[in-house]
DNA sequence: TTTCCTGCAAATTATTTGCAAGTGA
DNA sequence: TCACTTGCAAATAATTTGCAGGAAA
């Protein structure tokens, strides 16, 4: 069982920092959001609901849930960032069509067991990792 | 044996384009550079040398590099792009250490394959792929 | 010549920050 | 109370674009 609040509750109380009316919207949004979502989007989607969050708290809560490692940011090569939550959910990656900017998502066991071993080999301490495949889905070729 | 200069007029032509003094500039940069340049440091670069070439053309022709296969952009996570050659190199990805900024590079044989497997079995036409692993180097755990 | 190019400066886009006023523990 | 927060508007940073004057083919 996940409980992203109670997650969130034990990373900010450990850097003496507050569950607030705004940092507990945006949570929510961003968990039962379900795929890839924008900064900007999330701003809309909350306005329109009742909770309203300026972009710069969205921003601030956004890096806290990353750092929390709740979410994820993810660059889908839209020139802008993607957060994707991940508490819960199976790592996965992404195949980005080029064209009409589909996601993919997959997971690939012995991928993920390949890049144990290379970090292992050159001692790096993986914190997290991306596999993005940018090219064209099967409706675009 | 690897021309960069003719493939990318191959490129140009079949774009019906022409190659400028700074096109030409800014490719032989990009190529003889090792590593991972950013758009800032090669207009740096250019500008100490003989050839000042303007940002906007600098990106304006790192995107022709792109296109024609010459280079790759990546993202490193620092905010803005990155730029590398690929015509003659081996495919490779990235280790990055989120501490101090270096960039390892590495090439599994077998995590390209299982990319291949993957594409197919979605009927996803690659055009590119990036593996990033984020996290501390050696120095820095 | 004709089409394509370049530099410049202004525009855009995404994200960050300073600060005064507000609020949770 | 008091440290931490928020929204706002201004600041940054990276990249793009319009346009008038140059240059390849």
């Known amino acids: ?58 921003y601030r809560t956004l890096e806290l849930l990353v750092d929390s490692g709740i979410v994820r940011k993810i660059d889908l090569g839209h020139g802008h960032s993607h957060y994707e939550h991940i508490l819960g959910h199976t790592h996965h990656d992404h195949l980005v069509c080029l064209k009409c900017g589909k996601v993919i998502e997959f997971t690939d066991k012995k991928i993920e067991r390949l890049q144990t071993n290379i970090c292992q080999k050159s001692r790096f301490q993986e914190i997290s990792h991306t596999v993005q495949i940018f090219g064209y889905c099967k409706d675009c070729r």
Chains 1, 2 share one sequence.
């Open 1 to 58: 069982m996940v409980r992203p609040v109670e997650t969130f509750l034990k990373y900010l109380d450990s850097k003496h920092l507050k569950l607030t009316r705004e940092r507990k919207a945006v949570l929510e949004e961003v968990f039962f959001h379900p795929g890839h979502l924008e900064a900007e989007e999330l701003t809309h989607t909350l306005r329109s609901k009742k909770s309203r969050v300026s972009r710069a708290t969205i």
